[in-house]
């Protein structure tokens, strides 16, 4: 299979596009086509999630061998997850997918498990000389989940940007103690798209990476513009989906919903991806919360970033640019022409019009600050906590309305965001994480995790903050 750029001329072997992150002309690897999964499953439900994986991601990933990929897979998911990788917790009517058991307690583990072994694989195969250096800007989960991933792996660097007052306290903290002779996290004055903005400009600037390539040095991705990033999250829609099977709440070939957390668009594609291969999959509801570029631009067909920032309870949503959005957009007009004067729009004025046909695969819904936090307490009620990300979901749900059965991606656990859950259900305490855990036990959920409940006791070993301008010095001085 070859991946094309979104902005047309560069294609790339899967290994070559997962090594390279982005297109050298700015533009996201995508596949030319997409391969028919579902059907070519003898049974859904007799797979478990490994060997759900490896025939999802060899279908996509067809230049590794089935023992490369399959070692990867075992790496990524052999005793690295608490219990299940994806599991299915059925709450009154209300379906959740908790993707919370690993390293981080947040959904984007179950991606970034894989992708160090997927990319040093990649490495050996096209015979890359220079040592890879992730480089990666995070919205709150990504970087921590990027750096228990590649913290000393051998013959790797990573450098995690994250806005230094854009993120919740448990997650600045998970990245500032963050331990390994490979690792840079830099905290950044401005909000998670200009860290972005700024990671791409690295990718861009010819000089520094002629520089870097000198050194010894390759720049890669964890985000989500990475392909190797997006395609292992295909895997849990399908996991999902056999669960629903298992225990009764769908019936074969029955279409089921998603309704998914949504900031930089790479969670949703990947259920969009899901149904592109054959996956019975009917509306994915896109939820944003109070920065609702994404739903204002499925309802009126334009994107405009032009509008007030807002801080909230779900930062990892905090996003004005969905960089994952333009994957959708060439996949609806296969255009490259037309997103390179789409995203040129969007650098020049902020802003573009994309008119398509109505899409009932995707809409969009959204939930503010009070409604997500009156959806944490909702379903706490009903003995079941969840984190603001999965509340915006909830609310969003709620105001678009079943069609079918549903499904919530439940995005992290609720003890990354323990102050905000416990203000919701009422529950104030000095030790947050303490008090959540209590009123978790007492309803029969799981205490907090261990990778949370002793980050009071480590050290604070990253503390640089720069601003946007200054992050590729930041990286030159770390590497050379």
């Not at 001329?9 to 070559?16: D, V």
């Not at 897979?73 to 917790?89: E, Q």
């Not at 700024?198 to 000198?214: M, Q």
Request: aromatic content about 10%.
């Amino acid at each position: 299979m070859d991946y094309i750029s979104t902005r047309g001329g560069a294609k790339a072997t899967p290994s070559y596009a997962i090594l390279k992150g982005i297109a050298p002309d700015g533009g996201l690897y995508v596949p030319r086509e997409f391969p028919a999964v579902f059907d070519k499953l003898r049974d859904i439900c007799a797979y478990d999630y490994q060997e759900l994986a490896f025939e999802i991601l060899s279908a996509f990933l067809t230049d590794f061998t089935e023992d490369e990929l399959k070692r990867c897979i075992a790496s990524a998911y052999t005793d690295t997850f608490d219990g299940d990788v994806a599991p299915l917790r059925k709450v009154g009517e209300d379906y959740f997918l908790e993707l919370f058991h690993g390293r981080t307690a947040a959904f984007k583990d179950v991606a970034l498990s894989i992708l160090p072994y997927l990319t040093m694989t990649a490495a050996e195969k096209n015979g890359l000389r220079e040592e890879p250096v992730i480089l990666t800007a995070t919205s709150g989960d990504t970087g921590k989940a990027a750096l228990a991933a590649f913290a000393d792996v051998p013959g790797t660097f990573i450098v995690v940007f994250f806005p230094e007052d854009g993120v919740s306290d448990v997650q600045k903290l998970q990245m500032q103690t963050q331990q390994g002779k490979n690792v840079l996290v830099v905290g950044i004055d401005g909000n998670f798209d200009h860290a972005q903005s700024g990671v791409k400009a690295i990718f861009g600037d010819e000089a520094l990476n002629a520089r870097l390539h000198k050194a010894g040095y390759a720049l890669t991705s964890a985000n989500s513009i990475n392909i190797g990033r997006l395609l292992p999250q295909v895997v849990y829609y399908y996991y999902a989906y056999a669960q629903m099977l298992k225990t009764g709440g769908i019936s074969a070939g029955e279409k089921l919903d998603f309704t998914v957390p949504t900031g930089n668009f790479g969670n949703i594609l990947a259920g969009w991806y899901a149904k592109r291969t054959g996956l019975p999959v009917g509306r994915l509801i896109c939820a944003s919360n109070s920065n609702k570029v994404l739903y204002d631009f499925f309802s009126t067909r334009t994107y405009d970033k032009n509008r007030p920032f807002y801080k909230t309870a779900s930062p990892s949503m905090d996003i004005l640019i969905s960089s994952n959005l333009e994957r959708f957009l060439y996949h609806k007009c296969g255009d490259a022409g037309q997103i390179r004067r789409l995203m040129g729009s969007l650098s020049d004025g902020g802003k573009y019009d994309f008119d398509f046909e109505s899409d009932s695969d995707i809409i969009g819904s959204f939930a503010d600050e009070a409604e997500a936090r009156a959806a944490i307490g909702k379903i706490y009620e009903r003995g079941y906590i969840i984190d603001p990300h999965t509340a915006v979901a909830y609310a969003a749900y709620e105001k678009v309305g079943a069609s079918g059965k549903n499904v919530i991606i439940a995005t992290a656990s609720p003890y990354k965001f323990a102050d905000e859950v416990c203000a919701a259900i009422g529950a104030d305490s000095d030790d947050a994480i303490e008090q959540l855990s209590e009123l978790a036990e007492a309803i029969g959920n799981a205490r907090a995790p261990k990778a949370i409940s002793e980050l009071k006791n480590k050290p604070v070993l990253h503390s640089r903050v720069c601003a946007v301008g200054d992050m590729a010095g930041e990286v030159e001085g770390f590497l050379l």
